[in-house]
């Protein structure tokens, strides 16, 4: 069984790599681009609909604004990769916005912004997987109804995936991300073309009337007009996400890491802008309509609503439909690498939170476990933990889309709030000890790029807070507090166990125990008995004796007798139990001698079998694993188990056949 497990293993995740292969791992520019850019890029994908399904809220005129809308959010992303390339130069470590904020502002700082980017990273991949589902569902009808379930399953290909590595993971991403940039960027050129030559066609849902939401009639008239554009453009920010995963990425490129991660974020900001706001110019053009429910908020020439019947597709597949209404591949093209966009963009996650988990699982606000490497030299405990998190919010929202969005990008505004201001303050510290005129002027402009984007960025995330609280955004804060709550709560308890184990001079006395008490358990006298003693007698103890407990009269007589008659070395104590207790007279005995001589160590030694089936450990060892639970929360006792092998156990370590080989070739 170990040999079919490990079997399949290798079958899933490959071979182990060595420790020193981790340079092999690192990533070039064409490789890193499509693994840390595909949340940036899926977010053009879905952010236009976004801001087009709440300005429709406000009818149909409302949507004329869409393009402004779309170039403020343009605005506010070119600030704020501008500014993170500032921030891959300062902190190429790949803690990223956490290191940022903990260096300059505070080591509370530092868990605010940890926990919200754990808290989005687990909503990219619940978000984009969900989104990649839907548009499966539309193109396969047989999966509606079961898209929870058909992202459960692709997440968990994702995991598996990059639990085999970040450059196998990056290779086998690579090609449909560089499709989505073609296909969506030439929809966009021949769509531009097309509108020049005059032949660009108006898109289906141009003829659909959207039907005002109650209180709205009027338009984007008064302070319910304004919040409702306040509301698209925070919906439209979504388009943001993905930018910190770069900065938090650094040490997965090669050589010049910052160099090369700041001229990856620069290509991602331009192909960003460009297909952000082509996407939404070309749907003002084409009068895309986009709404929430179409069956009550789009009405037809005639004046009735559209009906359970009609089928919305999202705004790139519209104008997908309409550029290439005479060559429908095309079209399809554009559905397929979109629907994969929007699965693959949960990989920068994969990429982003085990990084992240790793460097404060080192700090000490995470588990251990976290900052491990597994056998592909991956942080698989990291993945399996996003994995598992975004599969429990998958589940709880029924994969829908519209009911996760309202959660994200809360958390991704935090941190890039935090880190722009921590940014100032480090430009500010370095400014006061840089003699010289040249770098200090750099280091001026860049003072001022981050002040822009720390403004900018607090802007967007106060409207965010305003616009989204009542909606969800509440679920992703306090989901924040949890988590920050929680790793500081890690934090103190590694602190207290570091405290109470740190060797002062008082415990340097102590460490060595003045004597050992050696005390092995006897229920029969048998092979694992003698085996104890035998072991037991090795380590020289000052004391040494058998203990049992006498549970049946008879059967203590008889250990006794067998026990003198063998004449064994070791003098023989039977503990009384009236009522038919083992655990109690044993853990009451090992104290006693704790009373009357503190500064003994006192070593019990436990016979216990070695079963090879599940089913035998239910039938062994029951009293051992009692006595070893109490045992162990008993000062100054040390528990020794001595194994003993049963027959079933033949053949489950998986080295019988090598030695077999081995001494077949007389080695």
Known sequence: MPDLADAAKRLLLGRPV????????????????PIFASDALSSVAYAPDEVLLTLALAGVGATVISPWVGLAVVVVMVTVIASYRQNVHAYPSGGGDYEVATVNLGPKAGVTVASALLVDYVLTVAVSVSSGTQYAAAAIPALRGHEALFAVGIVVLLTIANLRGVRESGRAFAVPVYLYMIAVGGTAVFGFVQYLTGNLQMAESADLTIVPQDGMEQ??????????????????????TGVEAISNGVPSFRKPKSKNAATTLLLLGCLSVFLMMSILMLARVTGVHYVEDPQSQLMGPNGQLVGDDY???????QLAQTIFHSFPPAFYLVAVVTGLILVLAANTAFNGFPVLGSILAKDGFLPRQLH?????????????????????????FDAQVTRLIQLYIVGVFVSFTLSQLGMVKHWTRELRTEPDPKKRQRMGRSRVINAIGFGMTATVLLIVLLTKFTHGAWIAILAMVIVFIVMRAIRKHYDTVRDELALDDEAAAKALPSRVHAIVLVSHLHRPTMRAIAYARASRPQVLEALTVAVDGEDATALREQWEKMDLPVPLRVLDSPFREITRPVITYVRSIRRESPRDLVVVYIPEYVVGHWWEQLLHNQSALRLKGRLLFTPGVVVAS??????????QTGMEEHVRRTTSRGL
């Open 219 to 240: 338009g984007l008239v008064g302070i319910a007009g304004a919040f409702l554009v306040l509301r698209a453009f925070a919906s439209g920010s979504a388009a943001l």
């Open 642 to 651: 001595v194994p003993w092998q049963l027959s079933s156990t033949q053949g």
């Open 311 to 317: 089928v919305q597709d999202p705004v790139i597949g």
């Open 18 to 33: 060595r420790s020193e292969n981790l340079g092999h791992t690192l990533l070039p520019k064409r490789i890193a681009l």
């Open 372 to 396: 491990t490497r597994g056998d592909r030299l991956a942080f698989s405990n990291g993945i399996i933990t996003l994995s598992a998190g975004a599969i429990a919010l998958i589940v709880a």
